[in-house]
């Protein structure tokens, strides 16, 4: 059972466009939401995050948008630059650990920016 | 600087030997992760520890093993590999005050032959 889905496996925006990636999760327990960036041969690295309490949270040219109704979150890039591409998972925070939360992530969205 | 580190970065073996990918971090965090990474599954929880001492399975735990003597490893081993761990494999750690950021390594990739 995939609690957090991306369902578009790659995505190709181009320069100083907005890229929008998307996730959607089901289990409305999550209460914290994170979005990672993987470039080759790299391990990911964190981005971005958001708490259930919040809908937006921006950082630079990344803004992450969270609908809990509709248990749904995205990643707004603006504007799109090529180092951007790489692949972006989302991942949701597992509430029922109270001494260190597990991640479940999706299964990853690759970004292409052409110039 | 703190850091992660994995070793080895690359590693071939044969059906049904024994494989032990090291993992160390010296950010001092208590919470230390496993995930495999596979086309069309993201990254998958093998297993994790929340202390010394500590483990617990993750959703892909058949086949591997782990244990925590100190703060800074956590070494996964593959008791007999299958072909079908042939993967990239990431340690990540979290700290509690950190909240539930994951840091990552950069990863160990096996290949199963």
């Known amino acids: 059972d995939q609690q957090v889905k991306q369902n578009s496996p790659s995505l190709s925006v181009q320069e100083g466009r907005i890229s929008i990636l998307n996730c959607d999760y089901t289990n409305s327990m999550f209460d914290y939401f994170l979005w990672y960036k993987k470039y080759p041969a790299e391990g990911p690295t964190f981005l971005i995050s958001?708490?259930?309490?919040?809908d937006k949270n921006e950082d630079g040219r990344f803004t992450v948008f969270l609908n809990k109704s509709a248990k749904h979150l995205s990643l707004h890039i603006v504007p799109s630059q090529p180092g951007d591409s790489a692949v972006y998972f989302c991942a949701a925070s597992d509430p029922k650990e109270t001494s260190g939360s597990r991640l479940t992530f999706g299964e990853g969205t690759q970004l292409t920016v052409n110039p | 600087d703190a850091e992660i580190t994995q070793s080895p970065r690359h590693k071939i073996t044969e059906t049904g030997r024994q494989v032990t990918l090291a993992c160390h971090q010296t950010?001092?965090?208590?919470?230390m992760f496993w995930y495999r990474q596979d086309l069309g599954h993201g990254l998958r929880l093998i297993h994790y520890?929340?202390?010394?001492?500590?483990?617990n399975k993750g959703e892909v735990s058949d086949g591997y093993s782990v244990s925590r003597s100190n703060t800074e490893d956590l070494p996964l081993t593959l008791e007999s590999a299958a072909s079908s761990q042939t993967s990239v494999y990431f340690c990540a750690s979290s700290d509690w005050a950190g909240g539930d950021t994951q840091y990552f390594g950069p990863g160990t990739r096996l290949t199963v032959l």
């Open positions: 950010w001092n965090h208590n919470n």
């Open positions: 958001i708490s259930s309490i919040k």
């Open positions: 520890s929340y202390g010394v001492h500590d483990t």
